[in-house]
């Protein structure tokens, strides 16, 4: 475990379709967080879980956009019904705790078509 | 609400030169503020926060409370700094990371 890997890379997806992000941090993470970024801009801060709870939902663009951590282990991110403003970067981050580094995934390019 | 500024989208300077990464934030109470790189093609990394105080590959950043200020210094650049430059604030109980817009900086030979 070299750090937080995310599946798949790349996507491309009809509108309308869902699709389903994977983030697997490093082990023995408790924290675990999502954010997006479009062309031009930072990364902005969608969500995140202490082991499996999750802790911040309000960032969370819409209704059609959701997360996971059954196990406190890997999380998913959701997007239903994908529409093209919702293409960007969608990068995960973990830290071992609330203060400690967040350390960032290579990321997962969604274009939606 | 709280917001980070990166008032440069890009920044050239030559190598050997001083290097100067603005960033201003707007926050109501004590914030931790970082700046992230990414280098091409890599993925974003932390470079340094301020409460650590260290420097790190020769930059420094001082935290202004009174500017509301943080920016990032490097008295000599060096070619390997070409890079984007994030600079993050975290505050609040939401503890995600508001990052700025970032700057894209260019070293030239």
């Known amino acids: 475990d070299t750090g937080v890997s995310q599946d798949p890379r790349h996507k491309i997806t009809k509108r309308g379709q869902n699709v389903t992000f994977r983030c697997d941090p490093i082990?023995?993470?408790?924290?675990l967080y999502w954010y997006r970024q479009t062309l031009g801009q930072g990364p902005e801060f969608l969500t995140y879980f202490q082991n499996e709870a999750q802790l911040e939902k309000s960032r969370l663009l819409s209704d059609r956009f959701s997360a996971e951590r059954p196990k406190g282990s890997f999380s998913t991110l959701e997007i239903q019904r994908t529409e093209q403003g919702d293409s960007a970067m969608y990068l995960c981050?973990?830290?071992?705790?609330?203060?400690?580094?967040?350390?960032f995934g290579p990321g997962t390019r969604l274009l939606v078509l | 609400a709280q917001r980070v500024t990166q008032p440069e989208k890009l920044l050239s300077v030559f190598k050997g030169a001083p290097v100067e990464l603005k960033c201003n934030y707007s926050y109501s109470g004590s914030p931790e503020l970082f700046w992230y790189v990414q280098y091409s093609r890599q993925r974003l990394q932390l470079l340094l926060r301020h409460i650590s105080r260290e420097s790190i590959k020769g930059f420094t950043a001082d935290l202004n409370k009174g500017e509301t200020s943080f920016h990032l210094k490097k008295p000599f650049a060096q070619e390997e700094d070409s890079a984007m430059y994030y600079c993050?604030?975290?505050?609040?109980?939401?503890?995600?990371?508001?990052f700025g817009k970032g700057t894209h900086l260019i070293i030239q030979p």
């Open positions: 082990s023995e993470h408790n924290r």
């Open positions: 981050a973990s830290s071992l705790d609330s203060k400690e580094t967040q350390y």
């Open positions: 993050a604030l975290r505050g609040g109980g939401a503890d995600g990371l508001t």
